[in-house]
């Protein structure tokens, strides 16, 4: 029952801090704008960029990844159960990147998952998820392309994780957050492939 009980909480909590729009408040905030009606209708930092700059872009990135470490940080401090096998960590870490990408409060939309995910990585493993947030820099700023960095990032993530003998269901988690990120990308990747893809910078 006490596992059951701390599953439910976990999953709860953490999806609901994953829900909290960063990018929906700070663009609602300081414009009055709906970020969902602006360029790809994402609420995330790339599509707040659109809007309202660069400082703003690194703001929300930073405020995303924040959300996304802090459910699984806790997790990890208060937890009592599953610990060795590091499984509540996780489900915090999946319902956080699930609430981001499909807010309560916004009617089941949101963003990418992919700062936030980059949080979770870092609050698990943060060799990994320092890793990831280095190939993302990299990649986007020699292509230009920041849905090309976040699909080659998290990517990398599983094998990181492997690399580093992180427990066996981290590495699972950063599997299926690299295939979520990618169907998340889904139309990122057609626009790469036409060569319509927004550029981060021309």
Do not use: C
């Not at 009980?5 to 976990?10: A, D, G, N, R, T």
């Not at 990844?65 to 489900?91: S, W």
């Not at 976040?150 to 957050?177: D, E, F, G, K, R």
């Amino acid at each position: 029952m006490e596992i059951l009980k701390q599953i439910l909480m976990v999953f709860l909590g953490s999806y609901l801090i994953g829900s909290i729009p960063t990018g929906y408040i700070v663009v609602k905030l300081f414009t009055g704008q709906d970020i969902r009606t602006v360029g790809s209708g994402s609420t995330g930092a790339t599509n707040v960029k659109r809007v309202m700059g660069k400082k703003w872009f690194f703001a929300v990135m930073i405020l995303d990844a924040i959300k996304g470490a802090l459910p699984v940080v806790l997790t990890v401090i208060f937890a009592t159960v599953l610990k060795d096998i590091g499984l509540l960590p996780v489900i915090a870490a999946v319902s956080v990147i699930l609430g981001h990408s499909k807010s309560l409060f916004l009617n089941f939309t949101g963003g990418k998952s992919v700062a936030s995910g980059v949080g979770t990585l870092l609050a698990l493993n943060w060799q990994a998820g320092l890793t990831v947030a280095a190939v993302w820099a990299v990649v986007t700023w020699v292509s230009k392309y920041v849905s090309l960095g976040s699909i080659v990032a998290l990517t990398l993530a599983p094998i990181l994780m492997w690399i580093l003998n992180a427990p066996i269901a981290y590495i699972i988690y950063a599997l299926i957050a690299a295939i979520y990120v990618v169907y998340l990308h889904r139309e990122n990747i057609k626009r790469l492939k036409e060569g319509t893809e927004n550029k981060v910078r021309e």
